[in-house]
């Protein structure tokens, strides 16, 4: 079983001072052995990219425990737009189907309720070594 088969992978990106700082995320291959996720634009994961490129993926559960008896592997981290990140939402939305919709309609809830605009989505593109 590879990484992209997992249905969530511990994603860890380095603070300034190189803190690791996990989460758990839902992954997908986007080809030329890649892997993607979607996320808002300015999140925490995507504003430590900008900092430091480096990545660490693990198997976890949905809460970000990792799997026992798996090994961490790195990568390098990119964040994309416009037909990069539509490609990748394309690779989450094939890989987890109606979950996608349902996280994308509580969203869009979340923004009336909160009278926040919907934020603007990016995707991180993982290279592993």
Known sequence: ????????????????????????VWIADVGEG???FTTEDGSWKVKRLH???????????????????TSPVDGTGVVVH???????MAAIKAKYGWQ????????????LVSRKAEADRC???????
Not at 106 to 111: M, N, P, S
Not at 123 to 129: E, G
């Open 1 to 24: 079983m590879t990484l992209a088969d997992e249905k969530y992978v511990s994603f860890t990106t380095y603070k300034q001072d190189g803190t690791p700082k996990s989460l758990p």
């Open 100 to 111: 996608v919709t349902l996280v994308q309609a509580l969203g869009k809830v979340r923004g």
């Open 51 to 69: 900092n430091d490129g480096r990545v660490q993926l693990q198997p976890s559960d949905a809460r970000g425990n990792v799997t026992d008896g």
């Open 123 to 129: 995707a991180i593109v993982i290279t592993l070594d």
């Open 34 to 36: 890649r892997l993607g």
């Open 82 to 88: 416009g037909a990069e990140m539509e490609a990748v």
